[in-house]
């Protein structure tokens, strides 16, 4: 099934980009782009689920600052 939807210039173009670039349909691309926002989504819910479950005693200040290094 087909749908007409209208949405602004600097969206299309952001879209275009993705569809070029990962050569996908407009279609796919949305998927794509759904599918990355959810699983950001889950990582973020996760995330506030640890929220507060460490002590401060418990945390490797080393590691931590790798990790805010990106490794």
């Known amino acids: 099934m087909v749908k007409v939807i209208t949405i602004r210039d600097d969206v299309y173009a952001g879209l275009f980009r993705v ?3 990962k ?3 407009f279609s ?3 998927e794509y782009l759904l599918s990355v926002e ?3 989504r889950r ?3 996760n995330m506030f ?3 507060g ?3 401060r005693e418990d945390v490797d200040r080393r590691l931590l600052d790798r990790m ?3 490794f």
Request: proline share 0%; glycine share 4%.
């Open 19 to 21: 569809k070029r670039d």
């Open 23 to 25: 050569q996908m349909s």
């Open 28 to 30: 796919e691309a949305i």
């Open 38 to 40: 959810n699983q950001e």
């Open 43 to 45: 990582k973020n819910t």
């Open 49 to 51: 689920v640890l929220s």
């Open 53 to 55: 479950s460490v002590s």
């Open 68 to 70: 805010r290094r990106g």
